[in-house]
């Protein structure tokens, strides 16, 4: 194996990843590209430092007993960031060697009447079958204002079936989970299928929280 060359590949795919997820800790590098390794937090605070000096990504040191961020271009809310990407993190290190993961951030649905935070289309069988879709939203204080169960009705309640995210069977089109992920204690009244779970909640077991067992 040319060591050399793998790791410039594995420096572009963390760069690649940063930019598309906008911000990640040093955490959750190393739980996606070191947690097989041997020494793996050394070794990513290494590379992640190097590619820092670099400059193909910046470091932000927040406070002295907290992981480093990482981003290309500091976003706006970055805790909110964050929070997100603990939940890409949980889908990508907690699926079946099988499983597909198509993950996008900050997903327009039927041309931005809602933006979701995130969706996952989850294939749970080989050969991309078995397919399950999550709108996912963040929500740090829900308390404040909260109308996610409205917005997804309205989504609901228009023409759907067409759409990507539609799981298509022979007797129904299925609407996406929207999970919420939030510390509050939240209860939503809603015929539409919500799952609210706390970040820890989601980094012991993400997929016993949204995968559905009738499909």
Same mark, same amino acid.
């Given at each position: 194996?040319?060591?050399?060359?793998?790791?410039?590949? !594995?420096?572009?795919?963390?760069?690649?990843?940063?930019?598309?997820?906008?911000?990640?800790?040093?955490?959750?590098?190393?739980?996606?590209?070191?947690?097989?390794?041997?020494?793996?937090?050394?070794?990513?605070? +290494?590379?992640?430092?190097?590619? =820092?000096?670099?400059?193909?990504?910046?470091? *932000?040191?927040?406070?002295?007993?907290?992981?480093?961020? +990482?981003?290309?271009?500091?976003?706006?809310? &970055?805790?909110?960031?964050?929070?997100?990407? /603990?939940?890409?993190?949980?889908?990508?290190?907690?699926?079946? =060697?099988?499983?597909?993961?198509?993950?996008? *951030?900050?997903?327009?649905?039927?041309?931005?009447?809602?933006?979701?935070?995130?969706?996952?289309?989850?294939?749970?069988?080989? /050969? !991309?079958?078995?397919?399950? #879709?999550?709108?996912?939203? #963040?929500?740090?204080?829900?308390?404040?204002?909260?109308?996610?169960?409205?917005?997804?009705?309205?989504?609901? /309640?228009?023409? *759907?079936?067409?759409?990507?995210?539609?799981?298509?069977?022979?007797?129904?089109?299925?609407?996406?989970?929207?999970? &919420?992920?939030?510390?509050?204690?939240?209860?939503?009244?809603?015929?539409?299928?919500?799952?609210?779970?706390?970040?820890?909640? #989601?980094?012991?077991?993400? +997929?016993?929280? &949204?995968?559905?067992?009738? &499909?």
């Amino acid at each position: 194996m040319n060591y050399t060359l793998y790791g410039k590949l !594995r420096d572009e795919h963390i760069r690649q990843l940063i930019e598309k997820g906008t911000a990640f800790n040093r955490s959750q590098i190393q739980q996606l590209f070191f947690s097989k390794q041997k020494d793996g937090e050394r070794k990513c605070q +290494y590379r992640l430092s190097l590619m =820092s000096k670099r400059k193909q990504i910046k470091q *932000w040191i927040r406070g002295p007993h907290e992981p480093a961020i +990482y981003y290309i271009k500091k976003p706006r809310k &970055i805790d909110h960031r964050l929070l997100i990407n /603990d939940v890409y993190c949980a889908l990508m290190t907690q699926k079946k =060697s099988w499983y597909h993961i198509d993950f996008r *951030w900050s997903y327009s649905i039927l041309n931005g009447k809602v933006w979701a935070d995130a969706m996952a289309i989850i294939y749970t069988q080989p /050969d !991309r079958k078995g397919k399950q #879709v999550v709108f996912i939203e #963040v929500e740090r204080h829900p308390s404040k204002r909260f109308d996610k169960p409205e917005q997804y009705q309205k989504i609901f /309640d228009s023409e *759907w079936s067409g759409e990507e995210w539609c799981v298509s069977t022979k007797e129904k089109d299925i609407f996406p989970t929207i999970l &919420i992920v939030t510390e509050e204690e939240l209860k939503i009244k809603s015929p539409l299928r919500f799952r609210v779970a706390t970040p820890a909640e #989601v980094k012991k077991d993400i +997929y016993s929280i &949204i995968l559905r067992k009738e &499909i």
